[in-house]
């Protein structure tokens, strides 16, 4: 690949990347049916499996494909304070939506000025595209058994993004290319998981994961609640547990600083307006999903925590609040401290 290029992938803000032709990823096939035969996908992912591993069903002039990824490994967080929530390590920071696509924008002009690239599509985690098969059929990363991709050195604690280019560029894998299987022969990931969502390596059932059950809408079922911890925001647990991970490289990029995390204040959190929820939140990854089901999940973990000093805000949430998914929880954890 040319230098220039490389050092323009670099200086945009992205940690790694890889270069290939734009075609289908036929290895991602076999797995993405199992996983639809087994009903292990979420309600809102693409049924269409044979659409979703080839890129040029995006972008039909699509020649080439750049695969990226972003550190956001500020380092491991304290354990929570009483009274406080934890939030995932990816969401403590500025929403990475927002932060990658500003510079794979940078990326774009660069392509456009020295390569003759017209059309460009950016994908960040919201296109039918199975990012994780790219990451992996590109030679970035390799997956792990936690179904998360590992970008050496910098584990999974990664953002990853892709570039649709309608212009041929000189194929590049990284020196520590991946392969399609996890290196380290454990199964720590799977013991860890405090739900059963990952049954095998590299299989998952998302509906038994508490990082979707965070973010789904409606109720978080009962089976579930005791779980959650005091998980607010997302799960590192799998993720935390893998050794490759312990030794992974921090990050470079300052924007993945705490913004609210690693820890919230629930009873401040519980007593937000609108407009203070979309103040603390909107900057960051969570603040897309409302302030409902974030005081929801608040009200679960305070049920969880047993501090009893969260009895007088969680009685009157569960009477005076305006959303009856929040007054039912905070009738739930009103239950579990009395
Ligand atoms: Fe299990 Fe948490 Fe990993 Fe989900 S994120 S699979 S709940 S350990």
């Known amino acids: 690949m ?3 290029l490389q050092q323009a992938l670099w200086e945009a803000g992205f940690d790694a990347f890889a270069v290939m032709p734009a075609g289908p990823v036929e290895r991602m096939l076999p797995v993405l049916q199992q996983a639809l035969d ?3 996908y979420p309600a809102f992912v693409e049924r269409d499996v044979r659409r979703r591993i080839d890129p040029r069903n995006l972008q039909p002039s699509a020649k080439t494909v750049i695969t990226l990824a972003v ?6 967080p304290q354990a929570a304070p009483p009274l406080h929530g934890a939030v995932s390590r990816y969401a403590w920071g500025l929403d990475y939506h927002r932060v990658l696509g500003e510079r794979l924008d940078r990326v774009i002009s660069h392509l456009r000025e020295n390569w003759g690239a017209r059309e460009c599509t950016k994908a960040v985690d919201t296109t039918f595209l199975v990012d994780r098969a790219l990451a992996v059929e590109s030679g970035l990363g390799f997956p792990g058994s936690n179904c998360s991709v590992y970008v050496p050195p910098y584990g999974s604690w990664v953002f990853l993004g892709a570039l649709l280019v309608d212009v041929e560029l000189p194929q590049f894998r990284p020196e520590k290319a991946g392969s399609w299987s996890c290196p380290v022969e454990c199964d720590l990931c799977i013991k860890a998981c405090p739900t059963q969502a990952l049954f095998a390596p590299g299989k998952i059932q998302p509906g038994r994961c508490l990082s979707y059950l965070t973010q789904m809408s409606g109720a978080i079922p009962a089976e579930y609640r005791r779980k959650l911890g005091c998980r607010l925001w997302g799960c590192d647990i799998c993720q935390q547990a893998c050794p490759l991970n312990k030794e992974a490289a921090l990050t470079r990029h300052r924007e993945f600083a705490p913004v609210v995390g690693p820890h ?3 009873l401040t959190l519980l007593e937000s307006s609108k407009g203070e929820f979309a103040e603390m939140f909107g900057p960051t990854p969570m603040g897309w999903r409302g ?4 005081q929801r999940n608040a009200c679960l973990i305070l ?3 047993g501090e009893k000093a969260a ?6 949430t ?3 609040h305006a959303s009856p998914l929040v007054r039912e929880a905070a009738a739930w954890a009103v239950e579990q401290l009395s």
Do not use: H, M, T, W
């Open 311 to 316: 009895l007088p805000v969680l009685e009157k």
């Open 2 to 4: 040319g230098k220039e």
């Open 318 to 320: 569960a009477q005076e």
């Open 291 to 294: 302030k409902n089901i974030l």
């Open 38 to 40: 087994e009903d292990r």
């Open 303 to 305: 049920g969880n925590q």
């Open 71 to 76: 550190s956001y490994n500020i380092g491991p």
């Open 264 to 266: 919230v204040p629930l």
